[in-house]
């Protein structure tokens, strides 16, 4: 199979859980179709701090850890599962983000930066720093 040789997947997931039963549910379909040796980017990751009710809507303790356990456990499976690389979703807030007053009627997706649309650090910020620097080859 020389069609690609990098497979991105976009793997909304709970928490850490469900992401590694996605990623292994991916790794298997590409085992049984020929792509053992293809490598897996995870593009896409977040979660939100606020915003509309959804399983995705975390807090911001919530989306630190999350954070901090899903990149852990992605570089601690990355040989087992092939994974090339892993992409949090979003720096900064979305602009229409910023009205915290409003933030429970705002779609949860533009609430899942690492910093606020005012450019202040979340939690969540320090979760992935810190994180990136333990995880270092």
């Not at 590694?20 to 897996?40: D, E």
């Not at 602009?95 to 450019?119: E, I, S, Y």
Request: aromatic residues 10%; proline residues 4%; hydrophobic residues 40%.
């Amino acid at each position: 199979m020389s069609s690609f040789d990098t497979l991105a997947v976009n793997p909304y997931a709970r928490n850490q859980g469900d992401l590694l039963r996605y990623v292994r549910s991916v790794r298997k379909s590409m085992n049984r179709y020929r792509a053992r040796r293809k490598k897996i980017w995870l593009t896409n990751l977040s979660w939100a701090d606020a915003g509309s009710r959804t399983p995705f809507n975390v807090g911001p303790q919530g989306q630190a850890a999350r954070i901090a356990d899903s990149f852990t456990a992605l570089w601690q499976n990355r040989k087992l599962l092939g994974i090339r690389g892993a992409v949090y979703s979003s720096w900064k807030d979305s602009a229409g983000a910023n009205d915290r007053t409003a933030a429970a009627q705002t779609d949860w997706r533009l609430h899942t930066g690492l910093v606020d649309g005012a450019n202040r650090p979340k939690p969540s910020l320090a979760a992935f720093g810190q994180t990136a620097l333990a995880l270092r080859p």
